[in-house]
């Protein structure tokens, strides 16, 4: 079995295509219990006007179609920011074993950061949690992003 930072080195992957995309870099990949990635995605909702397209989202359509069935047992999640309410719920839906993150979210999180929603008793379903895996590279990332974004907008406002 290949280690937590193998498959998050695959979904900073997909982050970076989503960086190079314009939108915010983050990216997610399923493995499957025998270690196959059988789905990949990344952050989209700008470019396909859709927004439910985050990476997770992605990542969890394509191991589905992948399976030909919406549950995704015994399956882990890589993904390279902590998930969101929308991809929380996506991912206890998907019956997802096992969610590995790279780094926290403060604004939005849903793990750790503003709540644990996969500890609520209420859900028929556990997941397994594992944060901080390649935190440094995939916060790097979405500095950078953002970084570039700041900097456009002051060129734009200096120039309007």
Same mark, same amino acid.
């Not at 990635?37 to 952050?43: F, K, L």
């Not at 985050?54 to 890589?78: I, K, M």
């Not at 929380?88 to 999180?109: L, M």
């Not at 644990?116 to 209420?122: G, I, Y």
């Given at each position: 079995?290949?280690?937590?930072?193998? %498959?998050?080195?695959?979904?900073?992957? /997909?982050? =970076?295509?989503?960086?190079?995309?314009?939108?915010?870099? &983050?990216?997610?990949?399923? &493995?499957?219990?025998?270690?196959? &990635?059988?789905?990949?995605? %990344?952050?989209?909702?700008?470019?396909? !006007?859709?927004?439910?397209?985050?990476?997770?989202? /992605?990542?969890?359509?394509?191991?589905? /179609?992948?399976?030909?069935?919406?549950?995704?047992?015994?399956?882990? +999640?890589?993904?390279?920011?902590?998930?969101?309410?929308?991809?929380?719920?996506? $991912? $206890?839906?998907?019956?997802?074993?096992?969610?590995?993150?790279?780094?926290?979210?403060?604004?939005?999180?849903?793990?750790?950061?503003?709540?644990?929603?996969?500890? =609520?008793?209420?859900?028929?379903?556990?997941?397994? $949690?594992?944060?901080?895996?390649?935190?440094?590279?995939?916060?790097?990332? +979405? !500095? !950078?992003?953002? *970084?570039?974004?700041? =900097?456009?907008?002051?060129?734009?406002?200096? *120039?309007?």
């Amino acid at each position: 079995m290949r280690s937590d930072e193998f %498959y998050m080195h695959r979904a900073l992957e /997909q982050a =970076q295509r989503a960086f190079e995309s314009g939108e915010v870099p &983050v990216g997610a990949v399923v &493995v499957d219990a025998a270690g196959a &990635v059988i789905g990949a995605g %990344y952050n989209c909702p700008v470019s396909g !006007q859709d927004p439910t397209a985050h990476a997770e989202v /992605q990542a969890l359509r394509s191991a589905a /179609q992948t399976l030909g069935n919406y549950r995704l047992d015994d399956c882990s +999640l890589f993904v390279t920011l902590e998930p969101c309410l929308m991809c929380t719920g996506a $991912i $206890i839906h998907a019956r997802v074993r096992r969610v590995v993150y790279a780094t926290a979210e403060p604004k939005g999180g849903m793990v750790e950061s503003r709540a644990n929603l996969f500890a =609520q008793p209420w859900f028929n379903h556990r997941v397994e $949690i594992e944060g901080g895996v390649l935190a440094a590279p995939a916060r790097r990332l +979405l !500095q !950078q992003f953002f *970084r570039e974004r700041r =900097q456009g907008d002051s060129s734009a406002e200096s *120039r309007g």
